[in-house]
């Protein structure tokens, strides 16, 4: 073999292994517009509030109806607040990482839920040609919390506006609907972070 076939082999070897590496974080997706592990470690020793503060989340999301799994529609706006810490979760049942955070944000649900949690996933789906697919996938994976889809207008907005932003997402929000947190792909540590900043949210609103 000669120099430069081993320069290309490795080259080609670099390359194959940064793609599975970024897959295994967060799944880019073709465009929302266009296409409509747990941690044991404290969460008071590993959370730590973002500084500065995130960005209001734009009151225009409260214009926009999601379609929920069950056919109803609802506001998003009105999925906010009520005395609850909420985490809104982006996906999708094609997304590798966000089928990797699904056990996780089932634990949180089932652990959390009496002490005024609540976890809502949004899927950028198209909720006429997927309903029934996402339907099966919740049965498949037992998911206990609230399942819609996503307008691309709502995940332009939590998005800042970036069609092509990665998914999962994931979003908390305190018991008065204001943003604590947020997180963009998958992390090592998702459920000890959630733990963290629902803690803190629980504890400052």
């Not at 296409?35 to 989340?57: C, D, I, L």
């Not at 069950?70 to 909420?86: F, R």
């Not at 919390?145 to 939590?158: A, Q, R, V």
């Amino acid at each position: 073999m000669n120099f430069n076939s081993t320069s290309t082999l490795r080259l080609t070897v670099c390359f194959s292994i940064f793609l599975i590496v970024s897959m295994t974080i967060s799944c880019s997706k073709q465009s929302v517009v266009e296409k409509g592990a747990n941690n044991t470690a404290s969460p008071a020793s590993t959370y730590r509030r973002p500084n500065p503060a995130p960005t209001p989340v734009d009151s225009k999301i409260s214009q926009y109806p999601v379609t929920m799994i069950d056919g109803g529609t609802v506001k998003i706006s009105s999925l906010l607040g009520n005395n609850k810490v909420v985490l809104v979760n982006f996906w999708a049942t094609w997304c590798g990482p966000c089928r990797r955070e699904i056990p996780e944000l089932i634990a949180l649900q089932k652990e959390l839920k009496d002490k005024g949690f609540e976890v809502i996933g949004l899927t950028v789906e198209d909720p006429a040609a997927d309903q029934e697919k996402v339907r099966m996938f919740m049965q498949q994976y037992s998911i206990n919390y609230k399942i819609g889809f996503s307008p691309k207008e709502i995940f332009l907005i939590f998005n800042g506006a970036d069609p092509r932003g990665p998914i999962p997402q994931t979003f908390i929000f305190d018991k008065n609907g204001k943003l604590v947190d947020s997180i963009k792909g998958l992390r090592r540590d998702f459920k000890s972070w959630v733990l963290g900043a629902v803690n803190h949210a629980l504890n400052n609103s």
